[in-house]
C-alpha cells in the first residue's frame, strides 16, 4: 500500500495552460504539505495544511493554490504554466507523535512546461 | 531565519568503506529535529535518520549513525560498510518542534558508492 501517492508522476504541458496535482495519504496524518525541487535539486516549502487549514504560505505566485477537501488529500492547482515552473513537486504528510514530526513523501510530479 | 548548509556537493566511497558527510545549521531555537534524507536515482524521498536536539544521545539506524554536536550546530551523517545501493543525494534538514512547520533543506551531497 502506497502512504503518499500523486498524480500524475510526470505531466507535460504548454505556457499558459492550468493544471492540478493531487496528492493523498492513507497515513491518518493531520498535517500535508507541497514542497518544490528546482533544476539544481533544491527542496523549498510551498504550503502546508493542517486538518485542512492553511498554515504555510511560502512566497508562491498566486497562480498556485493549493485545496484540501479533507485530511487526506491536499491538491496543488496551477494557473497560467510558465516556463519557470517547470520542476518536480513533492507532497508531504506528517503526524505530531509525541514529540516526533517525521514528515513522509510522495514520489513526486515532474512537471515540464514547454 | 534557519539555514542549513552542506559543504560537499558531492562525494564518493568503496563498497564496504566509511564516509561521512557534513551538515551545519543556523538557528535561535532551542527545540528542533534534523534529519537526513536520501534521494537516490527514482527520486523517491528517503527517511534515513532523525535526531531530536533535546537528546544528547547520537541517532543510529542500523550501518546509518550522526554525530550531533548541538554546541557547533554541526550534524554529520556516517555511512559504514558502504553498498551500492546508498548511491544516492543525501540532504539535511532542520525542523522546528512545532506541528506543521516545514522541512529547510540543505542544498545536498551526491553519494556516489563503487565496487
Known amino acids: 500500500d502506497t502512504a503518499v501517492s500523486q498524480t500524475p508522476k510526470y505531466l507535460v504541458t504548454q505556457m499558459g495552460n492550468d493544471k492540478s496535482i493531487k496528492c493523498e495519504q492513507n497515513l491518518g496524518h493531520d498535517t500535508m504539505y507541497w514542497y518544490k525541487q528546482d533544476s539544481k535539486k533544491f527542496l523549498k516549502i510551498m504550503f502546508s495544511?493542517?486538518?485542512?487549514?492553511?498554515?504555510i504560505n511560502e512566497t508562491v505566485p498566486n497562480r498556485f493554490s493549493p485545496k484540501s477537501p479533507d485530511k487526506a488529500h491536499l491538491n496543488l492547482h496551477i494557473n497560467s504554466l510558465e516556463l519557470g515552473d517547470s520542476a518536480v513537486y513533492f507532497c508531504?504528510?506528517?503526524?505530531?507523535?509525541?514529540?516526533?514530526?517525521?514528515?513522509?513523501f510522495g514520489p513526486g510530479t515532474r512537471l515540464t512546461v514547454t | 531565519a534557519q539555514t542549513v548548509t552542506q559543504s560537499q556537493p558531492e562525494m564518493s566511497v568503496q563498497e564496504a568503506e566509511t564516509v561521512t558527510l557534513s551538515c551545519t545549521y543556523d538557528t535561535s531555537e532551542n527545540n528542533y529535529y534534523l534529519f537526513w534524507y536520501k534521494q537516490p536515482p527514482s527520486r523517491q524521498m528517503i527517511l534515513v535518520i532523525r535526531q531530536e536536539a533535546y537528546k544528547q544521545q547520537n541517532a543510529t539506524e542500523n550501518r546509518f549513525s550522526v554525530n550531533f554536536q548541538k554546541a557547533a550546530k554541526s550534524f554529520s551523517l556516517k555511512i559504514s560498510d558502504s553498498q551500492l545501493g546508498d548511491t544516492a543525494m543525501y540532504f539535511c534538514?532542520?525542523?522546528?518542534?512545532?506541528?506543521?512547520?516545514?522541512?529547510?533543506f540543505g542544498k545536498g551531497t551526491t553519494l556516489s558508492v563503487s565496487s
Open positions: 495544511y493542517n486538518n485542512k487549514e492553511l498554515i
Open positions: 534538514a532542520f525542523m522546528r518542534g512545532q506541528a506543521g512547520t516545514a522541512l529547510i
Open positions: 508531504a504528510s506528517s503526524l505530531k507523535l509525541g514529540q516526533a514530526y517525521e514528515q513522509y
